[in-house]
């Protein structure tokens, strides 16, 4: 495994227009449940992800994982804490609000792809382009961004048409087509071989430092952490930097 550069520590403050810039939450709480049984999901939960930065975290099944990229992505509101996209504050109590700003400044890529059946290659990036706020219609160009990703020569492809690793390439080239500032990826290699989960992290991490996006990897795959600038582990709801 190549060496990767030291973890930022979790607690550094987010003092700077670069970090402003991408991914900060600070003192993040969430629980789950009610008074009767409760969880605790997230756990007073630093996080500081820059543009150009591929952070992954890993850690057991229900540690967590998911509730964090649900919070990050404005998706869930925390209890306590503060989550900053871009500068902009996800934990409005607007759900509307929240909406327009996880559809301008974030992008997911989901663990089997979650393409729409029906729907191209070329297609799947067109929707949300028309469907995103008019500031972004423009966005990347679909074809374009199908070739950048290794995908050119299956565009007029449906879902069925495209291996596992094809579609977590569309998969990841639709969450890009709309230039989010922050990706948040679950498990993107958990149907893929080692061959191809490779090949997916190494396009990940490619797309976050040439288009300084900042982006969070759930994985269990430990496999492909050599590809990843920060990686964090995460245990019954507390996040901390990997040794």
């Not at 402003?20 to 003192?27: E, K, P, T």
């Not at 150009?52 to 306590?80: T, Y």
């Not at 990940?204 to 600038?229: I, N, P, W």
Request: with cysteine.
């Amino acid at each position: 495994m190549s060496s990767r550069p030291a973890p930022t520590a979790s607690t550094t403050p987010a003092d700077d227009a670069s970090e402003r810039l991408g991914l900060v939450m600070r003192a993040v709480s969430l629980r789950h449940g009610n008074a009767a049984e409760t969880v605790q999901a997230l756990d007073d939960v630093d996080l500081t992800v820059r543009p150009g930065e591929l952070a992954a975290v890993v850690g057991p099944s229900g540690a967590g994982k998911s509730s964090l990229l649900a919070v990050a992505g404005g998706l869930a509101r925390p209890d306590h804490g503060t989550v900053t996209v871009a500068g902009q504050d996800m934990t409005v109590p607007s759900r509307r609000t929240r909406t327009e700003l996880r559809r301008r400044h974030v992008g997911f890529v989901f663990q089997s792809g979650n393409l729409l059946p029906a729907l191209t290659a070329a297609d799947q990036l067109r929707l949300p382009l028309q469907l995103g706020p008019r500031s972004q219609r423009s966005g990347r160009d679909p074809l374009k961004l199908l070739a950048d990703v290794g995908m050119a020569d299956k565009a007029d492809r449906r879902p069925h048409q495209l291996s596992g690793g094809e579609r977590q390439r569309v998969g990841i080239a639709r969450a890009l087509v709309t230039e989010p500032s922050v990706l948040l990826v679950d498990e993107p290699t958990a149907a893929l071989d080692r061959a191809r989960s490779h090949e997916i992290v190494q396009l990940l991490a490619r797309e976050a430092r040439h288009r300084s996006v900042a982006v969070v990897m759930v994985t269990h795959d430990h496999d492909v952490l050599q590809y990843c600038d920060t990686v964090y582990e995460m245990v019954d709801g507390k996040l901390a930097a990997s040794s």
